[in-house]
């Protein structure tokens, strides 16, 4: 079978005819061509009005952050002023009181009297010096200091503390609370320090 394929070759070429046939079945297809992505075009003025509106909004931006720094800046220096102007008046009138500090200072030696009898154990004697109730005299002008000289609420504050322990203090003695007494001694003075260093006269006064 080879050898009959090989002496006629011609068995393996498709007639004439078949190929004449085939020429007339074959159709081209057409190729599609795809044109490229081209940027728009854009002109020198089209370019230069964007470029210009850009340029006037960052100018805008920044100077509206400009204004907002600036009105920072004023209410900051405000409140510099007024807090400068609240100092000075308040030490105005620290300056002047003069009777109210002497109350103030009494206040210190009788603590400090108070303070040494409860560490002798000594309750009779603190009661002694402290006075039978909390209406007595030296407390009574304590307290009318205190009010006077005491401008803001953790000056005050300080004070309602001062006048608790005090209470406390009066309390644990009468029941001769050795314990309680320290207690409410400590919680008095540290109230009494507090308020001397919020108001600036730590250093008007001795023993503090």
């Known amino acids: 079978m080879a050898a009959s394929f090989l002496s006629n070759p011609t068995t393996f070429l498709p007639s004439s005819s078949s190929l004449t046939s085939h020429k007339h079945t074959l159709k081209c297809k057409p190729v599609m061509c795809r044109l490229p992505n081209y940027p728009p075009h854009i002109s020198k003025r089209s370019l230069s009005i964007n470029l210009t509106s850009l340029f006037l909004l960052s100018l805008t931006g920044n100077a509206n952050a400009a204004i907002l720094e600036a009105d920072d800046d004023l209410e900051l220096l405000e409140k510099v002023k007024q807090d400068r102007k609240k100092r000075i008046e308040k030490q105005t009138v620290l300056n002047s009181a003069n009777k109210d500090k002497e109350y103030l200072q009494d206040v210190i030696y009788t603590l400090s009297k ?71 001694f400590v919680d008095s003075a540290s109230a009494f320090e507090k308020w001397a260093t919020l108001t600036g006269l730590t250093g008007q006064l001795k023993g503090l």
């Open 114 to 184: 108070v303070g040494q009898a409860i560490e002798n154990n000594d309750l009779p004697s603190a009661s002694s010096i402290l006075g039978q109730t909390p209406d007595a005299d030296w407390l009574k002008k304590a307290n009318a200091a205190l009010s006077q000289l005491s401008s803001s609420p953790e000056e005050k504050a300080e004070v309602d503390t001062f006048n608790s322990s005090l209470t406390s203090l009066y309390s644990s003695v009468t029941k001769n609370d050795i314990e309680g007494s320290k207690s409410a």
